[in-house]
Nanobody, 119 residues
Framework: QVQLVESGGGLAQPGGSLTLSCAAS????????LGWYRQGPGPQRELVAL???????IYADSVKGRFTISSVDAKHTVYLQMNNLQAADTAIYFC?????????????WGQGTQVTVVS
């Protein structure tokens, strides 16, 4: 079973920085992308940033220029560097992986890590 292990998150002041990491482990034949979504007070999860294995990273407009996602490394780990954090970035951040295993396409989620930006 594929598992996502998340780390990072916590408290930051406006203008501060945090780094999230996500490591995917398990029977992955081909990893398509690995990245982060977030969920604020509402029910919707929104894309933050995705590292695509065979393409350029994808960012939400709201984080472009502030957040940087690394490439996926050989251990299926990705890092999200979050700079110039704002109160609007406060949310639960969920790692997401899309991959192929046993010739089928799967998607899985991490448990989430809280990011709180407060002065």
């Amino acid at each position: 079973q594929v598992q996502l292990v998340e780390s990072g998150g916590g408290l930051a002041q406006p203008g501060g920085s945090l780094t999230l990491s996500c490591a995917a482990s398990g029977p992955i034949e081909e990893l398509n992308n690995l990245g982060w979504y977030r969920q604020g007070p509402g029910p919707q999860r929104e894309l933050v940033a995705l590292a695509t294995v065979n393409g350029s990273p994808i960012y939400a407009d709201s984080v472009k220029g502030r957040f940087t996602i690394s490439s996926v490394d050989a251990k299926h780990t990705v890092y999200l560097q979050m700079n110039n954090l704002q109160a609007a970035d406060t949310a639960i951040y969920f790692c997401n992986a899309k991959f192929i295993a046993r010739t089928s396409f799967y998607e899985t989620w991490g448990q989430g890590t809280q990011v709180t930006v407060v002065s």
